[in-house]
């Protein structure tokens, strides 16, 4: 088959799957909310009936384990899935408005909640299912069309996907697009209502660019370098425990994953200490983490963080080309300026940076709003000074991660980490038109009387 010929193919697929999601919104068959309960119990049982082969796909992708796969991909979505069909009712609902009981009483204005039409998501690698699945369940339950784009590194994932969403779910309605940039190229040529994108924010830029162009809205899920800053008053070994547990989950390749620390200095050498121990633990014998690399560039590309930093290698430093499976790295006395610290890692190395909690804020504050802060102290003021003079998508505050999983709370970045949110109600709104609606009563034509020109300004209203 010639390219030019397969190209014209992914076209006309790509169009036709576009053109069929158009007219099933313009049906108006997704705003019934019982259709969009019974795509999301088919999203359900998507899940249960596959996940051995979903699993297995994953383990081909990323070599992780089932456990990893269970707590993250499949708790995320299924909980996900479980907390919008408890309150879909709810969220959907025209909300009465007016700001006294007799305004809502009288019922003159509520809300209207409109899904905002055919929705385009692109999703990043790392997590296969949860960075497409968790948006998705959020524009089903608002009522829109939508097409689903994984990442093209995960391969099998993808392919799998691909197979069991038609089988599952309303094929008038949702789709998926296999592929890489070209077809994320053409997907964005193409008019959406909203467009979710989860990835890096270079490719975060062209997603906007693309949007402006039609006046789509957009929902932008960056990554950051988010630290953590291990204070003076902090419980050390469980400060330690956390960021090791940090790198280890999916090898690090987490938006949420510690991207480096800060320590206060008196703490320094025990935290430390601390660090290498938990990463033993955490190894149990074996010499990198289970979870690979996703592919050969990222694999360099980490190696290349470790061999160009003027850091001073305290574990690890090296990993296996040929499982792209590498040791966990602990890199001390960074420097702000170290070459390390120029971009997101995204992997399993930790630069370590000493400095109290004043030197923390104030660095972090240089390198633009990272996805998360993780605070370790137990001054309550101290954490409300880091609090006060920071800014992130969010924090928290002796763990790690935990904020994003929290049930009903906004997930998203800010700034340079991104807009927008998702997760829970947030999620619903972002794929929804909050309309309003003022039914105004005949009496209500007597009462503003004074509108009408000819305008007076000497005149008080009768
Ligand atoms: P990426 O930006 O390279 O790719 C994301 C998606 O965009 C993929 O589906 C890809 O096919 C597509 N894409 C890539 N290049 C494109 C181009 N030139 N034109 C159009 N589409 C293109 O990101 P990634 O490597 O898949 O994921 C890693 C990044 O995602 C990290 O920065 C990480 O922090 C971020 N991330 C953020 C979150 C979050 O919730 N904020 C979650 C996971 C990952």
Not at 169 to 178: K, M, N, Y
Not at 196 to 225: C, D, N, W, Y
Not at 273 to 296: C, H, M
Request: glycine share 8%.
């Amino acid at each position: 088959m010639s390219t030019a010929y397969k190209e014209y193919d992914i076209t006309e697929q790509i169009h036709d799957l576009h053109e069929r999601l158009v007219n099933t919104f313009q049906s108006g068959k997704t705003k019934d909310v019982a259709w969009r309960k019974w795509q999301l119990k088919q999203l359900w049982w998507m899940l249960e009936d596959n996940q051995k082969e979903l699993m297995a796909a994953m383990k081909l992708d990323l070599n992780r384990s089932s456990i990893e796969s269970m707590i993250t991909d499949f708790a995320g979505a299924r909980k996900d899935i479980l907390y919008h069909l408890q309150h879909i009712d709810r969220w959907a609902s025209d909300e009465p408005l007016g700001d006294t009981f007799i305004a809502r009483y009288l019922g003159l204005a509520h809300i209207r909640k409109e899904p905002l039409g055919v929705v385009l998501i692109i999703g990043a690698w790392n997590f296969p299912l949860l960075l497409v699945l968790q948006p998705l369940i959020a524009a089903i339950a608002a009522g829109c069309c939508a097409i689903i784009k994984p990442s093209e590194l995960i391969p099998n994932s993808q392919g799998l996907l691909k197979q069991l969403i038609p089988k599952y779910l309303d094929e008038s309605a949702i789709g998926l697009v296999c592929g890489g940039v070209p077809e994320t190229t053409l997907l964005l040529g193409l008019r959406f209502h909203h467009i979710f994108f989860t990835g890096s924010a270079p490719v975060g830029r062209i997603v906007s660019a693309a949007a402006a162009k039609h006046m789509t809205p957009v929902t932008l899920e960056l990554g950051g370098q988010c630290p953590a800053i291990i204070c003076r008053s902090a419980d050390i070994d469980r400060a330690a425990k956390c960021v090791a547990y940090s790198k280890f989950l999916n090898s690090g390749q987490i938006c949420l994953s510690v991207n480096h620390i800060f320590v206060d200095p008196t703490i320094y050498d025990k935290f430390t200490e601390r660090l290498k121990y938990w990463i033993n633990e955490f190894l149990d014998g074996q010499p990198t983490i289970d979870t690979a690399i996703v592919n050969q560039n990222h694999f360099d590309r980490l190696l290349n963080l470790i061999h160009d930093t003027d850091g001073r290698i305290f574990c690890g430093g090296s990993g296996n080309p040929e499982t792209r499976r590498m040791e966990p790295t602990v890199i001390l006395d960074v420097d702000i300026n170290d070459s390390i610290m120029k971009e997101e890692i995204f992997g399993p190395i930790c630069p370590v940076l000493k400095g109290d909690f004043r030197s923390a804020y104030n660095a972090t504050k240089l390198k633009g709003q990272p996805l998360a802060i993780y605070i370790f102290s137990n001054d309550k003021r101290e954490v409300e000074e880091i609090l006060e003079n920071s800014n992130s998508g969010g924090v928290t505050v002796n763990d790690v991660i935990l904020h994003a999983g929290t049930s009903g709370a906004p997930f998203g970045g800010v700034g340079s980490s991104g807009h927008g949110y998702y997760h829970g109600p947030y999620g619903f709104n972002s794929f929804t038109h909050l309309r309003t609606i003022m039914n105004a009563p005949s009496w209500l034509e007597r009462a503003l009387r004074f509108r009408y020109p000819p305008f007076n300004a000497t005149e008080t209203p009768k």
